[in-house]
């Protein structure tokens, strides 16, 4: 799918460019100058060719890593609606099906640790996130002279280990380092293909203080910038290629193909709603492609399902393949919210204040779509417990005034081991 317009603006030099040899404007670049060149001197595997073919004459680090650093963003490629409907699959593979793209790569990562950090700071260990971190972080380390060691996923890593969570789309999710992977006082960089919400770097970041290690700096591939993912860093972030960065184009003017001048990244769609959680759904309220987009068509057009997503960035967001809320025609179908915050974490306290924040979220969501709690025609109440049901009841008539329909049933279990669950259907704003 080539020649579709891409979303970032035209500070950036534009994807796959012919006339793109100039550096990049991309922030990224700052920690490399010509005034401060990489402190180690190449070795033989950095060489022309093992770097695909980079002029013989050696440039100064900055400039040879901006020019990598095209050459690698027109190889990246864009999959709407995968896995699931509504998210923008940024796919990395290509470079790695390239041997001198996968060489420009690892030089490119080299040029950046070796310039930022230099004699005194160079770093002991590479720490890789599972699993995509796995495709360039040991080649890295080799490179940097540092050792590799993995995060993995809970269970995966033999004899003792440090566990910590954090949240993903299905939930909560572990990693784990083994216990002696890293010495007092070692010297870390913790790289990764993606930061998206930031939830699995952090948590690698806490694994390697909690083992002693010095964390030196993030870096990863790609950065997700519109979900401010490096907020939840507390060492510097680097990022070598543009992602998406910004949830939607909405306000924007659609732009033409006519707009661009040269051939863009296959599969790029970088003009589309962009997605917003840890599998980067659409942040704002989109239409639902009931097939493969084109360009223009999916900036913003109204599909033909007439179904219209619903984001509430006030109310818990969706942790899985699901939708805060979905209006199809005059009616709004809100899904079941749980007692959890505007950042997904769970509320503590009594069933009542759980409720409380099920009926903010339904408020919130229902806002989001332009209506009210006042035209809820329909309730669903999950209990796990009947127990407390008139403890629940007490909160929900203060927010259900008018008494919509309702059913209330006590189920075995709900997720993430909450006591009360309200889902609903609204009329919409304008029905
Ligand atoms: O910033 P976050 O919201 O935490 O998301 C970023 C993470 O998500 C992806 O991994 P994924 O969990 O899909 O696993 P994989 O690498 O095994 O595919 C990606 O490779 C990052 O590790
Ligand atoms: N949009 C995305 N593309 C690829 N990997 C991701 N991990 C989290 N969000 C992603």
Redesign the pocket.
């Known amino acids: 799918m080539s020649g579709q317009p891409v979303s970032f603006d035209t500070s950036h030099p534009p994807h796959g460019h012919p006339d793109n040899k100039g550096p990049s404007t991309d922030a990224a670049d700052k920690p490399s100058t010509a005034s401060k060149p990489p402190p180690t001197k190449p070795d033989p595997t950095t060489s022309d060719a093992a770097q695909g073919g980079q002029p013989s004459t050696a440039p100064s680090g900055s400039s040879e890593l901006a020019r990598l650093k095209i050459r690698l963003q027109r190889a990246l490629r864009q999959f709407p609606d995968f896995p699931e409907p509504g ?5 990395i593979l290509p470079i790695f099906a390239d041997h001198e793209l996968h060489g420009a790569l690892i030089r490119a990562l080299e040029l950046h640790v070796t310039s930022s950090y230099g004699i005194g700071s160079k770093p002991d260990v590479i720490v890789g996130l599972e699993s995509r971190g796995f495709l360039f972080g040991p080649s890295l380390a080799l490179r940097v002279g540092a050792k590799f060691v993995p995060v993995r996923k809970k269970g995966k890593l033999p004899g003792p280990t440090e566990t910590e969570s954090f949240m993903k789309e299905y939930g909560e999710d572990f990693f784990q380092m083994q216990s002696d992977a890293i010495t007092a006082g070692q010297k870390v960089i913790v790289v990764d ?2 930061i ?1 919400t930031g939830g699995s770097a952090a948590a690698a970041g806490s694994l390697v203080k909690k083992l002693g290690g010095t964390l030196l700096g993030y870096v990863f591939m790609m950065e ?1 910038d519109f979900l401010k993912g490096r907020e939840k860093l507390d060492a510097p972030v680097y990022t070598l290629l543009r992602g ?1 960065e910004k949830s939607s184009e909405k306000e924007e003017p659609t732009k033409n193909e006519d707009d661009y001048d040269m051939p863009l990244r296959t599969g790029g769609f970088g003009s589309d709603p962009v ?1 917003a959680n ?3 759904h659409n942040r704002e309220q989109n239409e639902i492609p009931t097939h493969k987009p084109t360009a223009s068509r999916q900036t913003h057009r109204t599909m033909s399902s007439g179904m219209k997503k619903i984001f509430s960035d006030k109310a818990c967001p969706p942790a899985g393949p699901y939708t805060q809320a979905i209006q199809a025609g005059s009616t709004v179908y809100v899904s079941g919210q749980i007692p959890a915050d505007a950042q997904g974490k769970l509320v503590e306290g009594s069933v009542g204040e759980k409720t409380e924040c099920c009926c903010q979220n339904i408020r919130a969501v229902l806002e989001a779509a332009g209506t009210d709690i006042s035209r809820v025609v329909k309730c669903n109440v999950f209990l796990t417990d009947m127990a407390n049901f008139a403890e629940m009841n007490a909160v929900y008539e203060k927010h259900f005034a008018h008494k919509p329909a309702r059913s209330c049933v006590a189920v075995h279990q709900l997720p993430k081991g909450v006591p009360v669950e309200i889902e609903c259907i609204a009329l919409a704003g304008d029905a």
């Open positions: 998210v923008l699959f940024e796919d293909d993606i998206a997700l998406q997605p840890k599998l980067t």
